[in-house]
Each structure stands twice: as C-alpha cells, then as structure tokens.
C-alpha cells in the first residue's frame, strides 16, 4: 500500500498535513459549515470546494471543481516543468513524485505540495542484447566539458526556482563561472562560442524567428536541456562545489 501526502505550504489553525492511502478521495478548498472539505485552505479567494485528490498506487488523480479557476500543478524538482487542470477536468493524471499544487487567488499566492510515492522502474541490470547497431543518443554531451559548465549557468535560476522566467545573459554566465569551484575563467567570446557550438551541434536548437539571436539561442538551450533531463538539480554541484 503507498500513501500520498498533502501539505499545506502556509499552515493554518488546522492540521496541516493529511495522509490519503490508495483508493480514498479527498476534498479540498476554503470550506465552511455547508461545503466540509478534508483539506482546507484558509484563504479568501479560494472556493469553498475547490478540488479533489485520489491517491492511485504511486500516482494521484486531479479533480477540478472549480467553474472558471484553472489549476496548476508544478513540478518543484524539474525544469519548470507543469500541467493546467481545466475548470471542470475530472481525474487529470498527475505523474511528478513531488508536486505543488497552485490556486490563483487575487493576493498573495496560495497552494500546497503533494507527495506520491516513489515512482517503479525497470531493471536495467539484466544482461543486455548485443545484437545489431548501437542505438544512436540524441544528445551527446560531455559533462566534462566547458561547454557543459556553460549550459548548467544557463539553467541555473530555472532548476533552483521551477518558476523563474531568467534566462542568464553571458556577463551573468561569466560571473558564475568565475565564482564556481576552481574558478572557471572564460571570455566573453569563448561563452559565445560555447553557446553557439551547444545550438547548433550537440542541442541542435531551431531558430526562432523576429528574435535576437543570442535571445533566442540561450532560451533555446534552457528549454531543451530541462525538458529531456540533460541537466538536473544534481548537476548544480559542479557551480556549487
């Protein structure tokens, strides 16, 4: 049996937590003595039944009881990662291990985390078939590599704040790198290149057009490499030491 957890991420006079084992269904919303919901949100501008959640095994299911609000879902641990749960969706999948789950309301901000179950894997320890071609990777890199460096800067302010909408420019990218670990010195140029060579042979990123290129190029690359994992929190350390 796995069990998801709600938390509340502004704890109000009730319990703040609530644990909701495969199969059970819970409410939440602002509530009140006519409209009971299991996890209430003590905030003005949320409806009294705003949603509900049921846990599935190790995943949860997104109910939206809202007529006109939509929902978001974000996924903290990813690249910015979300998905909107229209007014009236029922049962929306939800796939992350670890989400928040945003209202919007007029003021202030309002939401809660959710915690699934670890999701199962398969064993890819199991002998492998050697017959044929090797499968082709879509995205060589190196991550030993300058170039490497260059793309984790870039994407630094989006994996420690999944909502954050900077993209470094390479004044920012060249201080970042001068403050890593062993103080990586690029110039000005070298960056340049570094971004271009990452567009054009190992992301290969398409041009979007009425856009500056440099634009372009390092939101590009931000999108690419968080959308298919090619960089990750843990990739962090190599500015972090």
């Given at each position: 049996?796995?069990?998801?957890?709600?938390?509340?991420?502004a704890p109000g006079p009730e319990s703040s937590t609530l644990e909701v084992p495969p199969g059970r269904?819970?409410?939440?919303?602002?509530?009140?003595?006519?409209?009971?919901?299991d996890f209430p949100l003590h905030h003005p501008g949320v409806s009294r039944r705003a949603g509900a959640?049921?846990?599935?095994?190790?995943?949860?299911?997104?109910?939206?009881?809202?007529?006109?609000?939509?929902?978001?879902?974000?996924?903290?641990?990813?690249?910015?990662?979300?998905?909107?749960?229209?007014?009236?969706?029922?049962?929306a999948p939800v796939p992350f291990e670890f989400a928040r789950v945003v209202l919007p309301v007029a003021d202030r901000s309002c939401s809660f985390l959710v915690f699934a179950s670890q999701h199962s894997y398969i064993d890819f320890d199991a002998p492998k078939s050697?017959?044929?071609?090797?499968?082709l990777s879509a995205f060589a890199v190196?991550?030993?590599?300058?170039?490497?460096?260059?793309?984790?800067?870039?994407?630094?302010?989006?994996?420690?704040?999944?909502?954050?909408?900077?993209?470094?420019?390479v004044p920012e990218v060249l201080d970042r790198l001068r403050r890593a670990p062993g103080g990586?010195?690029?110039?000005?140029?070298?960056?340049?290149?570094?971004?271009?060579?990452?567009?054009?042979?190992?992301?290969?990123?398409?041009?979007?057009?009425?856009?500056?290129?440099?634009?372009?190029?390092?939101?590009?690359?931000?999108?690419?490499a968080l959308r298919f994992d090619l960089v990750t929190e843990d990739h962090l350390a190599l500015l972090d030491g």
């Open positions: 049996m796995r069990t998801i957890l709600l938390q509340a991420e269904e819970v409410s939440f919303g602002r509530g009140d003595r006519s409209a009971h919901v959640i049921r846990a599935v095994d190790d995943y949860w299911l997104l109910t939206n009881l809202s007529r006109t609000a939509t929902l978001v879902v974000e996924n903290p641990e990813g690249g910015g990662e979300f998905l909107k749960v229209a007014p009236g969706r029922a049962a050697t017959a044929g071609e090797p499968t190196d991550e030993t590599a300058k170039y490497f460096l260059v793309l984790v800067a870039l994407c630094e302010p989006r994996l420690r704040d999944c909502s954050s909408p900077v993209i470094p420019t990586v010195e690029l110039t000005r140029p070298a960056v340049n290149f570094h971004i271009d060579y990452l567009a054009r042979t190992k992301l290969r990123v398409k041009e979007a057009s009425g856009v500056r290129k440099a634009d372009w190029q390092r939101a590009a690359l931000v999108s690419v």
